[in-house]
């Protein structure tokens, strides 16, 4: 068996389903970037709700 054909490609990946949630950390553990970023997508969160 090759060596890529454990791996997925690209438009295998693209194609994956979200359930549209995104945590990976838990507050507590969030460094400067971190909390930045959660505050990006809790803006982008209330721009989308409101169109």
């Known amino acids: ?3 890529d054909q454990h791996q ?3 438009h295998e990946l ?4 979200t ?9 507590e553990l969030a460094d400067p970037n971190d909390i930045k970023a959660m505050a990006r997508m809790k803006a982008a969160d ?3 709700k409101k169109q």
């Open 1 to 3: 068996m090759k060596k």
């Open 8 to 10: 997925k490609s690209n």
């Open 14 to 17: 693209a194609a994956q389903e």
């Open 19 to 27: 359930d549209g949630e995104y945590v990976e950390f838990s507050k």
């Open 46 to 48: 209330q721009r989308a």
